[in-house]
């Protein structure tokens, strides 16, 4: 069994033990999550820095550079320790604007898993969401050809577990009618609440959410509660950020992103802050 001092405790995806914090490798790639990193030693070395402070839920996508983060990934952890576990999602593919247009045909989504595996030197994935929506959020739809193509890459063995990403309450309702999903990965932050009612849903099921964005990502939290509460904490707004994150319900897990092996330090000490009833009451009133 994992034991782990990192805060948050752990968690069980599927059969899969994970920490609660985690890490999300996006940010590694080059400006606009396009390219190279500059900093490639540093992107290693964050990865590195990652799992020795012993993270083992690892979150990327094939998407990110495209297929650099997977790439270091593999530079930096290869061969992966038995307890890490990386996270992958397919659904979206890379124009060479750097947008992110939908590929959730059964063929795109075929060759896509088929590219994680290769540019992460796995034989077997561990968990693939699919991507669903665009770049502005969840958009209504039938998942149900997507999600059956990567139920089936699962029967073939080349996926141990599904989730969903981006999606609505309908869609995951959808998607549990075709195939069991551990979790779904939306954008979800003290100041965005959109999903609420289904986090509290998908506690109920033992099923993992997991929000993107957690710190705001390309645009930081401003709020000047949060301020004025992290102020009072000695805190930076950040580790309140975190702190709630993991107080709002036992099933979220973590995955901030940095390029930065101190902000990943940083963000660790951060979320164990201990927050009275007062604090969250206070931050409460942001996001609704
Ligand atoms: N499913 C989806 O559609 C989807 C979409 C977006 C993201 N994701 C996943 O979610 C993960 C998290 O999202 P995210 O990385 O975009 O956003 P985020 O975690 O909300 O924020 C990351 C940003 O915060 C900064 N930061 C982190 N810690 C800091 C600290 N201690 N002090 C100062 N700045 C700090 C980072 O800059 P530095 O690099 O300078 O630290 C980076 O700019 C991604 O890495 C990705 O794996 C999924």
Redesign the pocket.
């Known amino acids: 069994m994992l034991t782990t001092s990192l805060p948050g405790g752990t968690w069980t995806l599927g059969g899969l033990t994970v920490t609660r914090f985690g890490y ?4 590694l790639a080059g400006p606009g999550v396009m390219g190279p990193p500059a900093d490639r030693d540093g992107a290693l070395a964050v990865l590195r820095t990652a799992v020795e402070l012993g993270i083992t839920h690892i ?2 996508s094939a998407a990110y550079g495209p297929t650099v983060t997977n790439q270091l990934i593999r530079e930096a952890l290869h061969p992966y320790p038995d307890s890490l576990h990386i996270v992958t ?1 397919v659904g979206a593919n890379r124009d060479p604007q750097g947008g992110w247009p939908p590929a959730r045909d059964p063929q795109s989504l075929r060759r896509s898993v088929h590219e994680n595996l290769e540019t992460l030197g796995l034989d077997v994935l561990d968990l693939v ?1 699919l ?1 669903l929506g665009d770049a502005a959020g969840p958009l209504p739809g039938s998942l149900a050809d997507a999600f059956e193509t990567l139920a089936d890459l699962q029967r073939q063995g080349l996926i141990r577990h599904l989730g969903v ?2 999606a609505t309450p309908e869609q995951v309702a959808e998607a549990q009618a075709i195939a069991p999903i551990v979790c779904v ?1 939306n954008m979800y932050n003290l100041a965005h609440r959109r999903d609420d009612e289904l986090i509290d849903a998908l506690a109920g099921q033992g099923v993992a959410y997991v929000p ?6 390309f645009s ?1 939290l401003q709020s000047s509660v949060l301020s004025t509460v992290a102020a009072r904490l000695e805190a930076t707004p ?1 580790s309140v950020a975190l702190a709630w994150l993991l107080r709002r319900s036992p099933n979220i897990l973590l ?6 092996a101190t ?1 990943l330090r ?2 660790i000490a951060g979320a164990a802050l201990s927050l009275s009833n007062d604090d969250l009451a206070e931050l409460d009133t942001i996001g609704r």
């Open positions: 999300g490798a996006m940010q979150d990327t999602k969401n991507r990403s981006n990965q993107f964005f957690p710190l705001g990502g930081p950040m995955i901030p992103g940095t390029s930065s902000h940083e963000n």
